[in-house]
């Protein structure tokens, strides 16, 4: 049976709630509340709602600062450097993303790279105002360790998501956003907590054995997609978020599922390019949707981010489905004494 549907702007409300009784800031409450709600709406709830105890225990346990105010720290006008100060993602991303439109406008490419960070969702979710803008966009993000390096068996490389979005003449964007493990991790996280297994291929228990325990894999290693080259994918965005930002590596930080432990400190990068500055707006548009007309010629093609924007569409007018242990526990941290 399916949880009960209840209003996106409900739950935005006790999630807000939650972060800010755990020391967060309205600004930045507001923030993370709006995009784990738009994860929920577009049906990925392993980036959604499950992801509050998880923030809250951050701020309440200093891993994360609650009063952070991210700012532009360096600046190199078609590239900048964004400090998070320690603060939940969101806004540190928002920022991210505003630079990386103005300067892609100003320059034809920018380069932004976050520092100081942490967990920031659903990647595609950072890239939106990029598109609306009309640029081409690309977002990279390093985690926590949870896959080894290609050959070796401690976990050293997070699941490291890259995201791409491609805006289109009279129809929504080519949205493409993937881990680069064998399946997000918090796939895995929402398994644990149901109790269910998971399929033989995901991950590694602590020994580097394959297992279908939720739970072992946790606390084990996630298996890279496509097996060296998702390592070396991996590879690719460790350096490309950490060694140009200064960043903290994925074994340089603890866990985000646990509450205690180092402040993350990992990396994001925004890359936003200007489709005028090259072929022209009007060619790259043409070659988008040949291309496009070319793949759904065949009727089996479902276009990246189709399914996302279908379910975003009925949760606005349904609602979405929150487990009701895990809305009792918001709304508990919604309504606890003030960490402030």
């Not at 209840?6 to 800010?20: C, D, F, K, T, Y």
């Not at 070396?232 to 930002?245: F, G, H, Y």
């Amino acid at each position: 049976m399916n949880p009960p549907r209840i209003p996106v702007e409900e739950l935005q409300r006790s999630m807000s709630a939650a972060l800010q009784r755990s020391g967060a800031t309205a600004a930045m409450a507001e923030a993370t509340a709006r995009a784990l709600a738009f994860a929920e709406m577009d049906g990925i709830a392993s980036h959604g709602a499950s992801r509050i105890p998880q923030y809250c225990g951050h701020l309440a346990n200093g891993r994360a600062n609650g009063a952070a105010v991210p700012v532009v720290a360096r600046d190199g006008k078609g590239a900048c450097l964004v400090d998070a100060r320690q603060g939940l993602a969101f806004e540190a991303c928002a920022l991210a993303g505003r630079e990386a439109i103005g300067r892609a406008r100003a320059h034809g490419v920018s380069f932004v790279a976050v520092t100081n960070s942490n967990h920031f969702g659903v990647a595609a979710y950072h890239l939106e105002p990029v598109a609306d803008a009309g640029l081409v966009g690309l977002a990279f993000g390093n985690s926590p360790a949870a896959m080894p390096a290609w050959g070796g068996k401690r976990a050293l490389f997070g699941t490291n998501p890259i995201a791409a979005v491609f805006p289109r003449r009279s129809a929504a964007p080519l949205t493409i956003d993937l881990s680069l493990s064998a399946v997000a991790r918090g796939r895995i996280m929402v398994a644990a907590r149901d109790g269910k297994p998971i399929p033989e291929g995901w991950a590694l228990d602590q020994e580097g054995r394959p297992t279908t325990d939720a739970r072992a894999a946790l606390e084990g290693s996630m298996l890279p997609a496509g097996g060296a080259k998702g390592a070396m994918l991996a590879l690719i965005v460790e350096l490309l978020v950490c060694s140009l930002s200064g960043a903290a590596y994925g074994f340089e930080s603890d866990s985000f599922f646990v509450a205690e432990g180092r402040p993350t400190r990992i990396g994001q990068a925004f890359l936003a390019i200007d489709p005028a500055a090259l072929a022209g707006s009007d060619v790259y548009l043409e070659r988008v949707e040949t291309l496009v007309d070319a793949m759904t010629q065949d009727p089996e093609v479902r276009l990246p981010g189709e399914r996302r924007a279908r379910n975003r569409e009925a949760a606005r007018r349904d609602g979405v489905s929150v487990p009701p242990d895990l809305l009792e526990k918001i709304r508990a941290l919604a309504h606890a004494p003030s960490h402030g």
